[in-house]
């Protein structure tokens, strides 16, 4: 332990986990160094091997339950690693272990750190909360009148476009990509989560005027094709640090060319369940007793949480009238889920 004495760690809270890092990261809330409990230990470097972590590479082999993820057995249980190559310079690599615990992380040189932490608060700790057995959705979630919303939708719905033009109508960035949820008493409530947005160049133009507002990610088109990010969480605005009940969630349809309106419907909870099951983050991790537990969770998920559908037209120059048509009705929802006490007592 007294080796350990001289190595500065960082301290951050996220998806209601501490963690702690033996580097700086960025655009999640950092917090007092005197912890002395944490939930996740992260340790970054520039090689694996410089890592000290404890599985060689003639350990791993192919997950037969995903076939893009390695996985090496070990007396202690099931190391992940989850690897993004561009070429042998540009890399990072992600290991965690059986417990979820601890992450170990090798950056190449000339690998983009903003894009490595994209992948560490997306994926990978969505892995971690996985094997922590919290449910995750795969969603942005934005704070109205103290209260979340969740917009859901396939790959390229334009959840984070929607998002960054919901902030623009007066909401605030609570979660991009990884909404952890709680289920306690009476109610589901959503933990706070990475503070930024990724946007590719024609909406944060569409957006904000311009992208020159916007960090670069990675120049590879295979992880976020010409995607960069906007972090907000030095935003001006005080974002809660505490879970916030979950009064909606939005379903973004795929956009269409002829419509020129936007229109919201209610969905039957039988009809929102499977939209929350093909949203779930990492499913494939699930073992099938996990499986229905799960289903259960998403059930009463369903029919707690009212689920909206969103059909919109295929134009980003409508991401005004969007976005204020979803604040309308979001907070026409909370108005009355503030006057049914049963619902948030």
Known sequence: MSSLEHIKYYFYKVYGLTLRSNQSLMNVLEISPSVDVWDVSIHLSRTLEESSMPISR??????????GVPIATHEKGI????????????????????????????????????????LLFGVVLGCVLRIRSITCLHASVVIIKNMAIALLGAEGAGKSTTTAALLQCGGQLFAEDVAALVEQKQQFLVQPGYQAIRL???AATQLYGSSECLQLITSNPDIWPTKKELCLLKNEKLVPESPVPLAAIYILEERCANRTTVEIQATPPITGLFNLVRNTYASWMLEEEDKRIEFELLGRLAAKVPLKKVYRPDNLSMLPQISQAIIEDAKATIFLLENEPTKFS
């Open 58 to 67: 003639s350990a791993w082999q192919i997950s037969p339950k995903h076939p």
């Open 200 to 202: 590719n160049e024609d």
């Open 79 to 118: 190391y992940l690693l989850l690897q993004y190559i561009l070429n042998e310079f540009a890399y990072a690599e992600f290991v965690i272990n059986p417990s979820g615990d601890q992450i170990w992380i090798a950056v190449g040189k000339e690998a983009n750190l903003r894009g490595v932490l994209s």
